[in-house]
């Protein structure tokens, strides 16, 4: 063979190895129907590793979309001794503040959510959903789609979903409800972030921007700082601190 056609044969060679290694290296996109599916599915596995917690949560009132200026704090503990079952104390009320109202009805909102929770749950029975790309969060690859919701509902955000790739949960969701919260409150835009609790997925915080009749715009986020695991009644349960970013 002829140095000519050995470096032909070499070249030909080099581009078949090439071409089977960007075959196996280039990932399969799951379809949208595969996505929603798993999504299922992993929040299905996700219900059975729950157990009973509580949790420390802290509340900030910012004024506009200013965060270096808090108008107000509050710290509220819930207690989840079921799925369907949360009950809540506010550790340092101040019965003259608008925000403690305020907190108040966000708690009051998520128990009666806990209690039925399928008119809000991301789910077909509530949304349609639709693929956008492919993406990243905090370096996990995941799955981007449109939140597009069935009926207009307070409790149902028009917005996007990014979902784990690997695991399927959700890491984050944004949005805005597709009719205002409540008379007080209007033009509101939400975004929820997501993370690992022990064994448990769960909406580790949360940041809210909107008009806020009487006091304006402005932007509430919270955030769990810690948790207790375990039987609620125990002295023995096991704690865990949460360092959190805010939500960007």
């Keep these: 063979m002829t140095s000519r056609a050995q470096l032909a044969c070499s070249i030909f060679v080099y581009c078949m190895a090439v071409t089977c290694v960007s075959a196996q290296t280039q990932r399969q996109i ?3 129907a595969e996505i929603i ?4 599915q992993a929040e299905g596995e ?3 590793h729950f157990r009973p917690y509580r949790v420390t949560r802290d509340y900030k009132l910012f ?3 200013n965060q270096d200026q808090v108008r107000s704090r509050l710290i509220a503990e819930m207690s989840v001794a079921t799925p369907d079952s949360k009950k809540y104390t506010i550790e340092n009320p101040n019965r003259a503040l ?4 305020i907190v108040r009805k966000i708690l009051d909102a998520e128990v009666a959510f806990a209690k039925d929770s399928r008119p809000s749950d991301i789910t077909r029975e509530n949304y349609d959903f639709r693929f956008v790309r492919e993406d990243e969060i905090n370096g996990q690859r995941c799955y981007m789609l449109d939140l597009v919701p069935k009926r207009k509902s307070r409790n149902l955000l028009r917005g996007s979903i990014w979902v784990d790739a690997h695991s399927y949960l959700p890491l984050r969701i944004e949005g805005e409800p597709t009719q205002n919260p409540s008379w007080w409150v209007t033009d509101a835009r939400i975004v929820l972030l997501y993370g690992y609790v022990g064994p448990m ?3 580790t915080s949360s940041e809210a921007t909107a008009k806020v009749r ?3 715009r402005s ?3 919270w955030q769990d700082v810690k948790y207790q695991m375990g039987e609620l009644s125990s002295s023995a349960n096991l704690e865990i601190a949460l360092k959190l970013d805010p939500p960007k």
């Design 214 to 216: 009487v006091i304006g």
């Design 98 to 101: 608008l925000e403690e109202k």
């Design 63 to 65: 004024r506009g979309n």
């Design 37 to 40: 599916a798993q999504m299922t």
């Design 219 to 221: 932007t509430m986020i």
């Design 30 to 32: 799951p379809t949208n």
């Design 46 to 48: 996700n219900r059975t």
């Design 201 to 203: 997925w769960l909406q």
